[in-house]
C-alpha cells in the first residue's frame, strides 16, 4: 500500500510502498546480471554511469517488465503532478548499481555550465529504492529551510523533489552490499518525453 512520508519540506517528496517489492527484486536481478564484475575490476573512484553499472530504460529488452516499469513511471509522473501542480512526463530512466564504497557528492540534476543544454529538459528528479539490504546509500537532499533531508533507504519508496538548486542533493557512501535505484528524469517539456 502506497503510503506519503512527511519530509518537512514542500519540495521533497516521498511516498513508501510505491513499487512492488516482486519487481523490485526482478530490477535487482537485472542489473546484477548485467554488471557482473570480479571485485578487481571495479574502480571505487568512479560514479556507477562512469562504471559500467547503468542500464537504461531503453535498452531492455524484457517486454513485460518495460510495460510495469513504464506503468510506474507513469504513476510517479501523476505523484509529482499532485505534489507540484505541473504536468511532468518521463524523461530519461536509469537503473543503478550502486557497489559498496561509492557515494555521490552534492549536486543537482539540471545541468551546470559545461554541460551545455543537454540536461536543462530535466525539472524534476525521482529516486527510486529497490532494495536496502545494506548500510549507508541514504539520498541527502537540501531543502528551501536549508537543512537536509535524509531519505533512508527502504525497498519500494519514491523520493523527488526539483532537478535545480532548489534541491541540490548526493548519496551517502553505500556499505556492505550493493545498493539498486531507479532512477528517473522529469520534464515539463512533451517534446523531451520518452516513453
Request: charged fraction near 25%; aromatic fraction near 12%.
Amino acid at each position: 500500500m502506497v503510503q506519503k512520508v512527511e519530509t518537512g519540506s514542500a519540495l521533497i517528496h516521498r511516498f513508501d510502498g510505491a513499487l512492488h517489492p516482486d519487481l523490485c527484486a526482478r530490477l535487482c536481478a537485472l542489473i546484477r546480471g548485467r554488471t557482473a564484475r570480479a571485485a578487481e575490476d571495479i574502480d571505487g573512484s568512479k560514479l556507477p554511469w562512469h562504471d559500467s553499472d547503468t542500464f537504461s530504460y531503453e535498452r531492455w529488452d524484457d517486454a513485460e517488465l518495460r510495460r510495469l516499469v513504464g506503468a510506474y513511471r507513469i504513476m510517479v509522473s501523476q505523484f509529482i503532478c499532485l505534489s507540484f501542480r505541473q504536468v511532468v512526463f518521463p524523461h530519461f530512466t536509469d537503473l543503478v548499481l550502486w557497489r559498496p564504497g561509492k557515494k555521490m557528492a552534492e549536486h543537482k540534476d539540471d545541468g551546470y555550465a559545461h554541460d551545455g543544454d543537454t540536461l536543462k529538459c530535466r525539472h524534476y528528479s525521482a529516486v527510486t529504492y529497490c532494495n536496502d539490504d545494506y548500510s549507508g546509500g541514504e539520498t541527502f537532499i537540501r531543502n528551501e529551510h536549508g537543512d537536509y533531508y535524509l531519505s533512508r533507504p527502504k525497498t519500494g519508496s519514491v523520493v523527488f523533489y526539483p532537478s535545480d538548486e532548489r534541491a541540490t542533493h548526493g548519496v551517502n557512501e553505500v556499505i556492505g552490499a550493493d545498493r539498486v535505484t531507479l532512477s528517473t528524469w522529469y520534464t515539463r517539456d512533451y517534446n523531451h518525453y520518452r516513453p
